[in-house]
């Protein structure tokens, strides 16, 4: 089955579909009975089908991948079907499956074009706004013109309706009045209009002060006489839903950690010996002894090695100064992890890769000199670890959130991650400290509630739950740098959280003396 008759069969039912989808669905085994499955399972408000609509539902019946099928090259992002376990040389099947469903490796189109701007902003348009419009009965921006006069004026008989303006939109501007209220700029794909948020509207004013560029919201407020202002009643962001209903569970445990920083002069190589000590089982602490036998995962959320060139004056902290030197490095420590855990790295912005976002897995040169336990995917990535779905992000955006959100910081970086959730987006502002590739999907787009979000960068340990999501900041293995003493940054190194797949409790773990 081809593209165009994917494609086809979607317009037929009055689905349009995204380009990540119907790949999705044409390098499926079975494409014909996949397309039957999604059709009949379609929530008929959704517009244009993408991939987090496929991914829930059950790609495969029974979850198992037919005889006929390999998986001795795939690293496709086939939700529900077993990803492979280990590195691509190796397809065995595991007790601790992992299947990848959102992974950007192998799938980036982007070439810098400015069409691909606009389809990307386009793309986190129709999916945030969506989710607002089931809470919100809104109208486009372009619509309020009719509200106008010839002359500019409101026009007569329109005091009714004025009540009840809706609009959704995407933030391009910000500004303080000379009165000090808010002026925010909305724009949607049919026009723009200007957002009054007062001063006196205490709790509206609080959370527009919060608002950052680019984010999607909904205001309904009443229009000014002149039709050109619409002041602000009320706001609605997408946000999580409060109750998620009931979540699939697993067994075991999973240990989360990033920022390892292998190749450093920092690089805490005494505290990492004890954490592979630990999960060795190596230990006289019997309570530690019996945690280590129930680790299933190990998850890494980026920056592996330390990087070379990455911020000024790195040289002179670098232990091993070349960049591959230190992924041989990192290799042979990961190799002394017992092989019946099952490791998952993804990369961050100290890693060999691109450094736009999102960035794919390491090259093959360097992922053919780890263990066959070890399972490499992007950034971000959104993995299910038996039964227990784990968004995992490096977490560079937090850089921007605690710049533009008051009481947002690095010392409590599950606040910048509850910011995350609440914007249904990793990294909402574009243009900033964080690098962001314009694919034609917005891959950092919360589609699917995670379980867990996983996110590392910043150095600091922290873990909040947030409307059922378990949010955790794992730390860093590097004592503080002088960069970090220049720029404030005070690290929490050797703390290592591990959560039960059962339950999702976490028990932080520390390694220094």
């Not at 009165?179 to 709790?203: C, F, P, Q, W, Y």
């Not at 993995?383 to 850089?399: A, C, E």
């Not at 970086?413 to 990294?427: G, I």
């Not at 503080?480 to 409790?505: H, I, W």
């Amino acid at each position: 089955m081809n593209q165009i008759e994917v494609i086809t069969v979607f317009l037929e039912e009055g689905y349009q579909i995204s380009p990540n989808a119907v790949e999705l669905i044409c390098c499926h085994c079975d494409p014909h009975s996949l397309l039957d499955r999604i059709l009949k399972n379609m929530d008929p408000s959704v517009l244009v089908v993408d991939v987090e609509h496929i991914n829930e539902h059950n790609i495969q019946e029974n979850n198992e991948v037919p005889e006929k099928e390999s998986l001795s090259t795939s690293h496709q992002p086939i939700p529900k079907i077993v990803a492979p376990m280990f590195s691509p040389l190796n397809c065995s099947q595991s007790d601790n499956p992992v299947d990848v469903l959102l992974d950007i490796t192998d799938n980036s189109t982007c070439v810098g074009e400015y069409m691909e701007f606009v389809q990307f902003f386009r793309n986190r348009y129709s999916r945030l706004s969506e989710m607002i419009r089931g809470r919100l009965n809104s109208r486009p921006i372009e619509s309020l013109n009719k509200y106008r006069n010839k002359n500019g004026g409101r026009r007569e008989g329109m005091d009714k309706d004025m009540n009840e303006i809706s609009i959704i939109g995407m933030i391009s501007d910000i500004k303080n009045t000379s009165n000090g209220h808010k002026m925010i700029e909305l724009e949607d794909t049919t026009g723009s209009i200007s957002v009054l948020v007062r001063m006196a509207d205490k709790e509206l004013f609080e959370l527009a002060s919060r608002f950052v560029l680019d984010e999607v919201v909904g205001i309904t407020g009443a229009l000014t006489n002149d039709g050109k202002l619409l002041i602000a009643k009320k706001i609605t962001i997408p946000d999580l839903p409060n109750t998620l209903g009931e979540r699939k569970r697993s067994y075991g445990k999973a240990v989360l950690t990033s920022d390892v920083h292998i190749g450093s002069s920092t690089f805490l190589e005494e505290e990492w010996y004890r954490f592979i000590d630990f999960l060795k089982g190596d230990t006289d602490n019997e309570a530690m002894a019996n945690l280590s036998k129930e680790v299933r995962y190990l998850v890494v959320a980026g920056d592996l090695v330390d990087g070379v060139g990455i911020y000024p004056g790195q040289e002179m902290e670098l232990k091993i100064q070349d960049v591959y030197g230190q992924y041989k490095k990192a290799a042979e420590y990961f190799s002394e992890i017992p092989k019946h855990i099952t490791v998952i790295i993804s990369p961050g912005n100290h890693d060999a890769v691109r450094q736009a976002e999102p960035q794919p897995m390491l090259p093959e040169n360097i992922r053919a000199d780890f263990s066959e336990n070890v399972l490499f995917v992007g950034n971000p990535s959104v993995v299910d670890l038996d039964g227990v779905k784990l968004m995992i992000y490096h977490g560079r955006s937090i850089d921007d959130l605690v710049a533009s959100i008051p009481g947002v910081s690095y010392q409590e970086p599950t606040k910048a991650m509850v910011e995350m959730m609440k914007r249904r987006h990793l990294s909402p502002i574009y243009g900033s400290r964080v690098s962001i590739a314009p694919e034609k999907q917005d891959h950092f787009v919360i589609g699917q509630v995670p379980d867990i979000l996983h996110c590392g960068h910043v150095h600091t340990v922290g873990v909040e739950w947030y409307k059922n999501v378990l949010l955790v900041n794992s730390g860093t293995w590097q004592s503080q740098t002088e960069f970090q003493k220049r720029v404030n940054v005070v690290p929490t190194p050797a703390q290592v959280p591990v959560v039960d797949l059962s339950t999702l409790k976490t028990t932080i773990l520390k390694f220094a003396e």
